[in-house]
């Protein structure tokens, strides 16, 4: 399984990015997927969760400012952030769960400053 994550770059306080996770499968044979972050010096983070239910979860301090959905003919899962913060700036990665099994992306990086 591999996951391509994309859509990382600069953006100033209340700015808007998408990333993007392209699975090398059918997104639907994961059981959940999600996207983490690791700011510098902070521990990996769960940022929003989606699993093959259609549920999604979300990180208190995202609530309201990110949405996760996916395109199933594109095997992708999207993050969407919007009103950015500094405080969101970090690595993000991709992650996809399959019973026991974890997969994650490669990393991209968000950075939000003015």
């Known amino acids: 399984v591999q996951l391509q994550a994309s859509g990382g770059g600069s953006v100033q306080p209340g700015g808007s990015l998408r990333l993007s996770c392209a699975a090398s499968?059918?997104?639907?044979?994961?059981?959940?997927m999600g996207w983490y972050r690791q700011a510098p010096g902070k521990q990996r983070e769960l940022v929003a969760s989606?699993?093959?239910?259609?549920?999604?979860s979300f990180a208190d301090s995202v609530k309201g400012r990110i949405t996760i959905s996916r395109d199933s003919a594109k095997n992708t899962v999207y993050l969407q952030m919007n009103s950015l913060k500094p405080e969101d700036t970090a690595v993000y990665y991709c992650n996809a769960q399959l019973g026991a099994f974890n997969y994650w992306g490669q990393g991209t990086l968000v950075t939000v400053s003015s």
């Open positions: 989606l699993f093959v239910s259609g549920t999604a």
């Open positions: 499968r059918s997104i639907f044979s994961f059981n959940v």
